[in-house]
């Protein structure tokens, strides 16, 4: 689950690491009520207003201005406010942007001497540990300093088990180049947020930028948090973050029944169960030429009522010229399967006016077959993985 910035700033201060503190505000008068509370208690009079979309890059499309007063807060707040913010990282069409974080200007006297330092926890999956990614250049986006210039970007792996030690801290302090105070809040910075990252379950913060202010703070001025999907369980009181105009409508509804789907760029819309066989599937489709529209593991029953949600899913993306359904029956037996998804077709076959082509696999897979065939609808039957791939491909170049 993505979290917005001002939200992922909430959970780190409930953990104690420095940020820029602000406030959130989803009209222009509350974003001037926003900083004359700001005001009141930081001190502030300089303001940022940073347009709140799951999208990072938002200072490059225009989405992050700074207010030297509280007429400037008002104007470029009801700018920012229901404005597309495009930037490299959303679509051409950009996200809607229905609140603004009213932030403190931490950029204050002295900001020559303010230094942006990147820094990052995730997990990293090729060793089964966490890992802080940290580096001098922060502030600018870090794919390029990546690409131009990879010393410059630090890493560390961390047993989840035994944490960070001490002197790993100092190290990270000593590679950003601290010493003094700085080194030491630096330290202190470290060991919260990672202690954070690790209490909250989450599978990415990433902090860019990190600031030494001209008085040796040390804030998180950005936060990009996302938190694990499968530890929502525990942290109910995270659930009310969810956002869900920031999600793909058609993912939503696939996951309100319970349907595990992924929308993609392709025109083929796959329907299989079993994570791995749907990655396999997908991989096949790319290798006869195809492209998936879509991920989509239907799960354990495919029976008539999943299979026509799961149908009517697929069909919502305009892109989808053929299905694909590769289902594999063990206990569920093909034939049941081959019923269930006649049945399907049948009670929606007004929707449908795409080829579909069937392959099943497993018990009584033979039965099955004879049941596609002769079904007399717009199906397409295939028995082998290869056969099935290249028959979608027959069928989106003959039509
Ligand atoms: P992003 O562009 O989506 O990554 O949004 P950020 O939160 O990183 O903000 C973008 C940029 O705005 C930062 O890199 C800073 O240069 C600038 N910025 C953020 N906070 C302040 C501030 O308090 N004062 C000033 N002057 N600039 C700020
Ligand atoms: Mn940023």
């Known amino acids: 689950m993505n979290l917005h910035e001002y939200q992922g700033k909430q959970i780190l201060n409930s953990f104690g690491v420095n940020i820029q503190r602000g406030i959130v505000a989803s009209t222009a008068d509350e974003a001037v009520a926003a900083a004359k509370k700001l005001t009141e208690d930081t001190g502030t009079s300089w303001y940022v207003i940073k347009a709140q979309v799951h999208a990072g890059g938002r200072g490059k499309g225009g989405g992050v201005k700074v207010a030297k007063s509280i007429d400037e807060v008002r104007e470029i707040s009801s700018e920012i406010i229901g404005m597309n913010l495009v930037t490299p990282q959303t679509s051409v069409e950009g996200k809607k942007v229905h609140q603004v974080l009213i932030a403190e200007d931490v950029y204050y006297p ?30 600018v986006d870090i794919e390029s300093v990546a690409e131009n210039t990879p010393d410059l970007i ?28 700085a080194h030491s809040e630096m330290m202190e910075f470290v060991k919260s947020l990672y202690n954070a990252y690790s209490k909250s379950d989450s599978s990415l913060f990433e902090i ?8 040796d703070k040390i804030l998180a001025v950005d936060a990009k948090v996302t938190i694990d999907d499968n530890s929502l369980f525990r942290h109910q009181d995270y659930l009310e973050l969810r956002d869900i105009r920031e999600e793909n409508p058609i993912e939503v509804e696939a ?11 392709g025109n083929v819309g796959c329907m299989v169960n079993g ?27 495919a029976d008539s009522e999943r299979v026509e949600t799961a149908f009517r899913i697929i069909l919502k993306d305009p892109n989808v010229k053929a299905i694909l359904v590769n289902i594999f029956g063990g ?3 093909c034939d049941r ?22 392959r099943l696999q497993g018990t009584n897979s033979e039965i099955a077959k004879e049941i ?6 717009n199906f397409y039957s295939a028995t082998e993985f290869k056969e099935a791939s290249d028959k979608v491909q027959e069928v989106l170049s003959s039509n």
């Open 110 to 139: 002295g900001a020559s001497e303010i230094q942006e330092f990147y820094m990052s926890v995730l997990l990293n999956r090729q060793t089964s540990k966490n890992m802080i990614m940290y580096s001098t250049e922060g502030g």
């Open 154 to 181: 630090h890493t560390i792996d961390i047993d989840p088990d035994s944490g960070l030690s001490d002197k790993e801290i100092s190290v990270i302090a000593d590679n950003l180049g601290l010493s003094g105070n």
């Open 208 to 215: 860019n930028p990190v600031i030494k202010t001209s008085d």
């Open 255 to 265: 996951k309100k029944a319970g349907l595990n789907y992924v929308d993609l760029d």
């Open 275 to 301: 994570a791995g066989l749907a990655m396999a599937t997908m991989d096949l489709i790319k290798q006869a030429g195809g492209d998936p529209a879509n991920f989509l593991d239907v799960g354990g029953t």
């Open 331 to 333: 206990i569920v037996r």
């Open 337 to 358: 399967v081959a019923n269930g998804v006649i049945a399907a077709y049948k009670n929606m076959k007004d929707d449908i006016d795409i080829p579909i082509i069937v």
């Open 372 to 377: 596609i065939d002769s079904s007399g609808l």
